[in-house]
């Protein structure tokens, strides 16, 4: 299970960085996503990376605004969201990979964190 903290409330072009803490001593990830869910729309993958931070993909729509990063000893992976706009708006989650794919679709994602509200105002 992961633990996501850093939404919040921001104004346009404004930054934010979400954390997302993997609880269980034993856990171990390969992949970890960023997602989001916009009002009244579908959850989108936001960020990719795995563990030795080799590969990573962005959305398009985020690209050369956010970083996704990890820091393996606190098993934690991070996005830094910056120049953030209206559209940003949107319930953000990470979850892990359990597949064997490399850049894994949705559908092999799992341990959803709970959801962290993040609000861009214009």
């Known amino acids: 299970q992961q633990v996501v903290s850093g939404g919040g409330l921001v104004q346009a072009g404004g930054s934010l960085r979400l954390s997302c803490a993997a609880s269980?001593?034993?856990?171990?990830?390969?992949?970890m996503g960023w997602f989001r869910q916009p009002p009244g729309k579908e959850r989108e993958v936001v960020a990719q990376?795995?563990?030795?931070?080799?590969?990573?993909k962005y959305a398009d729509s985020v690209k050369g605004r956010f970083t996704i990063s990890s820091d393996n000893a606190k098993n934690t992976v991070y996005l830094q969201m910056n120049t953030l706009k209206p559209e940003d708006t949107a319930v953000y989650y990470c979850?892990?990979?359990?597949?064997?794919?490399?850049?894994?679709?949705?559908?092999?994602?799992?341990?959803w964190g709970q959801g962290t509200q993040v609000t861009v105002s214009s």
């Open positions: 979850a892990t990979c359990r597949s064997a794919a490399i850049l894994c679709p949705t559908e092999d994602y799992g341990s």
């Open positions: 269980g001593r034993f856990f171990s990830w390969r992949e």
């Open positions: 990376i795995n563990r030795s931070g080799s590969i990573i």
